[in-house]
Nanobody, 124 residues
């Protein structure tokens, strides 16, 4: 089993930055693809960014390309999401997820483990 715990969410003004962290425990996630999803009120959960188990080959949703950066530290069993130039439409609960697949899946059903989520609110 893998437990994922997100942190780093909060309230920020438009144009600001936040860094989310996702700490894994229970077993190593170094061979798992890791990703961040988000869900805004009344909307479906959507893929934001993902990263291959090697730390290479990041993937991003078009809406966050050039503003967000995903990274991982396998020694610390932690994945990060650096969010810059935040917009009000980035407001959502952000979830960390782990998949046993080698490549980064884009759909939530392909992920085996989920964190409890962290709220990100961007004010205009």
């Amino acid at each position: 089993q893998v437990q994922l715990v997100e942190s780093g969410g909060g309230l920020v003004q438009a144009g600001g930055s936040l860094r989310l962290s996702c700490a894994a425990s229970g077993r190593t996630t170094s061979s798992y693809a890791m990703a961040w999803f988000r869900q805004a009120p009344g909307k479906e959960r959507e893929f934001v960014a993902g990263i291959h188990w090697s730390g290479n080959i990041p993937s991003y949703a078009d809406s966050v390309k050039g503003r967000f950066a995903i990274s991982r530290d396998n020694a610390k069993n932690t994945v990060y999401l650096q969010m810059n130039s935040l917009k009000p439409e980035d407001t959502a609960v952000y979830y960390c997820a782990a998949s046993r697949r080698a490549n980064v899946p884009l759909f939530s059903y392909e992920y085996n483990y989920w964190g409890q989520g962290t709220q990100v609110t961007v004010s205009s």
